[in-house]
């Protein structure tokens, strides 16, 4: 090797040394993440939307008022997950998605009010939280809110939870229950989760 190429590598050599023995191309000013932040990040991404319902703006699929009342819905929900409204005796069942064929409701008479809110992971609706009110005379004014998950053809949603809205931070505890559906592991329960005055 050439004396002036042992001094260009002596010269290098004594940068590098200088700066750490780091190349300077490699640092960065940029801190590793929290254990909250990486959390955050690997978390799924729930939110919440809402629409709008209302029985005049829906499809009447059957009507039957002869013997007793029954009629069946098909209503605008949130992109093309419609939602399917069955009424019977003055009580209301809702499912998201299709028809789960299990009428459930609240015992008195009721009916559905005007707002239906869509947990979603990641863009997607996995369930809905809507909310009962009791229009019986011995009512006085009692909610229940409603959880349930959005079904697809084959695989039909299921009720999850019924909470009575005088719960304290009911709606809290909705969306609590409602992203348990979004668990790959999540199995429909046999009988939904009654809180309070909620049957």
């Known amino acids: 090797m050439k004396a002036s190429s042992i001094s260009i590598a002596a010269g290098a050599a004594l940068v590098l040394a200088a700066c750490g023995g780091k190349d300077a191309s490699s640092e960065t000013d940029v801190p590793a993440p929290t254990a909250e932040q990486a ?6 991404a729930f939110a919440s939307t809402y629409t709008d319902f209302d029985l005049a703006n829906c499809k009447v699929l059957s009507e039957e008022r002869e013997e007793g009342s029954s009629a069946e819905y098909e209503c605008p929900g949130f992109g093309k997950t419609a939602l399917l409204v069955q009424e019977g005796d003055g009580r209301f ?22 707002t239906v809110e869509w947990r979603l992971k990641d863009g997607k609706p996995f369930a809905v939280i809507f909310r009962y009110r009791d229009v019986s005379m011995e009512g006085k ?11 697809a053809e084959k695989l039909p949603g299921c009720r999850v939870a019924q909470i009575s809205g005088d719960t304290p931070e009911a709606n809290s505890k909705a969306r609590e229950m409602a992203d348990i ?13 009654y809180i309070g005055a909620a049957s």
């Open 93 to 114: 069942d809702l499912d998201a998605g299709v028809d789960d064929e299990d009428f459930q409701t609240v015992g008195a008479f009721n009916d559905i009010a005007e």
């Open 181 to 193: 559906a979004a668990e790959d592991s999540f199995v429909c329960p046999e009988r939904p989760e």
């Open 39 to 44: 959390e955050q990040t690997a978390a799924p």
């Open 141 to 151: 004014g009692r909610t229940v809110l409603a959880v349930e998950t959005v079904g």
